[in-house]
């Protein structure tokens, strides 16, 4: 297969001289560089690249913010649906409020993904490092990623499905095939007999049927703590646990992090956050999870994996956490950030696909199973929004399906004019899925109209779940108080028997076992954003100071 083409855009001649010595002399050896200096040239060649099935990773145009610049990225995406859409502006531009405005505008109306500042003199390292997150993106999307883990299994569903939603949490590039198909019997020429489902690490070594440890441990991650006193445990590592870690060590705590999975929670399933302080050009949850766990680690965060906490108490000046291997770790102060999942729909029929067509979440390793099919996203929320527009790349038409009777209800304005911008994405508000199945894979849904109760058979090849929030805190003792769903009280929140029991004034992330804090989703009356998690663990932590030095 020829290599991806990189097509750069500019009818100024001399700007277009300096896109393509950037791109050639840092990625000829891996892509093919096309300059042309016409949309009418452009267009023509992107057709002829689409007929002759040819890989575009990357498209860069000129600046024509009202004109054909962003015209032909539009086109881009119905030629290649996965290839980046960049619009080049000057530097001067940068600051500029119509500028800022029309690319907003552009992104949110689908016709473009990003913007990039056309190069300086070489070498421009800020271009390059643009690039670079392009191109990674494009090759994520196509799952070319470096070190990918492959998964082969017999079926899509059961103990196959398992092993990829563990993947999904350890934030590890993954993909799937049946044993049965040709890319399943390529993996595994001359491997012998072996117990499926199959793990085909990048090394080339091969797991049968591992458990969750074991995957984390070929990973590289630890599992078992290191030593059995901390000054800070911090349960949960999602973006608020991730944040509480990287402050704490960072400020010289012995600091120690347990989950039941691996990095990043819930976030994992986000595959563009786009509203992130410092990313302007967006970030995937599992890539903002990966950075966030070395930084950790670097500052001298350690970290269990794949262990489940199954008691908290407090016994004297220490708490002690009690995992269920039976391991025993001690803190003079605990974290609870252990987050909430997806609230499962309770359709038996649909339960039985998990896996083959039915998802929690919208990981972006499944995605390319809806490819120029129908798939539907259940859910309101930000989540939800940026899993259609993903799955909208894919997907030859993408419904969300929303109980509210809006979108503004739940979902970031932003979000909601991207996704009401986008032709193969459709909208249904006040309705529900009630039923559906297929014989081994999803083929039909059956969705409910709130208003006159009327019931309506649909196709589908995917649904995506992501409503409701369950917190994890079912395993918390009766002295920390929760609501009536489950989300644990703290502070000011708490009620007055949890006071007087406390015997002091807590603290405002404090929980009703004193020295012990709560942050992120887990929390009652929490922000449900990322930003919002990650500023809440890192308050904590001046908060555990407090504790330690009382």
Request: charged share 25%; proline share 4%; with cysteine.
């Amino acid at each position: 297969m020829s290599a991806p083409l990189l097509v750069a855009v500019d009818d100024d001649a001399d700007l277009l001289r300096d896109v393509a010595r950037e791109l050639r002399n840092r990625y000829a050896h891996d892509y093919r560089v096309c300059c042309l200096g016409s949309t009418a040239e452009a267009l023509a060649s992107l057709r002829r690249f689409a007929a002759d099935g040819e890989q575009v990773a990357l498209v860069l145009a000129g600046d024509a913010l009202s004109g054909a610049g962003t015209e032909l990225l539009a086109e881009v995406r119905g030629l290649f649906p996965h290839a980046r859409r960049v619009l080049l502006i000057g530097w001067g531009r940068v600051g500029d409020s119509a500028t800022g405005d029309a690319i907003f505008e552009a992104i949110s109306a689908g016709r473009m993904d990003h913007y990039l500042v056309r190069p300086s003199a070489p070498p421009d390292e800020q271009f390059h490092q643009a690039v670079s997150g392009f191109l990674l993106a494009w090759a994520e999307a196509r799952r070319l990623t470096p070190h990918t883990i492959d998964v082969v299994g017999e079926s899509w569903s059961g103990r196959a499905y398992e092993l990829r939603e563990v993947l999904e949490r350890c934030a590890l590039p993954h993909r799937f095939c049946l044993a049965g198909s040709a890319e399943g019997r390529a993996l595994l020429a001359g491997a012998g007999t072996r117990r499926f489902p199959l793990l085909v690490m990048p090394d080339g070594t091969i797991l049968e049927d591992p458990s969750d440890a074991d995957i984390a441990r070929a990973a590289g991650t630890t599992v078992d703590p290191e030593r059995d006193r901390y000054d800070l445990v911090v349960i949960g590592c999602g973006p608020a646990g991730l944040s509480a870690a990287v402050y704490g060590a960072s400020e010289g705590l012995r600091t120690l992090v347990i989950d039941s999975g691996s990095v990043g929670g819930q976030a994992t399933t986000s595959s563009s956050i786009r509203n992130y302080l410092g990313f302007p050009r967006g970030v995937s949850g599992a890539e903002l999870a990966r950075r966030a766990y070395e930084q950790a680690w670097v500052f001298g965060a350690r970290f269990a994996f794949m262990q489940r906490v199954t008691s908290l108490a407090r016994e004297h000046d220490s708490l002690v956490v009690t995992m269920e291997t039976g391991g025993v770790v001690v803190a003079r102060a605990v974290v609870l950030a252990t987050g909430a999942s997806y609230r499962l729909l309770g359709v038996d029929p649909l339960e039985a696909l998990r896996g083959a067509g039915v998802f929690y979440g919208a990981a972006a390793s499944e995605a390319p199973l809806v490819a120029d099919e129908d798939a539907y996203v259940v859910g309101g929320a930000n989540s939800a929004g940026q899993a259609a527009l993903h799955l909208a790349r894919y997907a030859r038409r993408v419904t969300l399906v929303v109980r509210a009777a809006s979108l503004a209800a739940g979902m970031s304005d932003y979000l909601v004019r991207e996704v009401e911008a986008t032709p193969n994405v459709e909208v249904r508000t006040q309705t529900e899925v009630v039923d559906g199945g297929g014989d081994g894979w999803l083929d039909h849904l059956v969705l409910r109209d709130r208003r006159d109760g009327i019931e309506e058979t649909v196709g589908a090849h995917g649904l995506f779940l992501m409503i409701g929030a369950r917190p994890h805190t079912e395993w918390l003792p009766p002295t920390v108080e929760r609501d009536r769903t489950g989300f644990v009280r703290t502070g000011a929140d708490l009620s007055e028997d949890a006071l007087r029991a406390i015997g002091r004034p807590p603290l405002a992330l404090e929980t009703s076992l004193p020295g012990v804090l709560a942050v992120g989703d887990v929390r009652y009356g929490s922000v449900k954003r990322v930003a919002s998690a990650v500023g809440e663990g890192s308050i904590a932590i001046r908060l555990v100071h407090q504790l330690l030095a009382g």
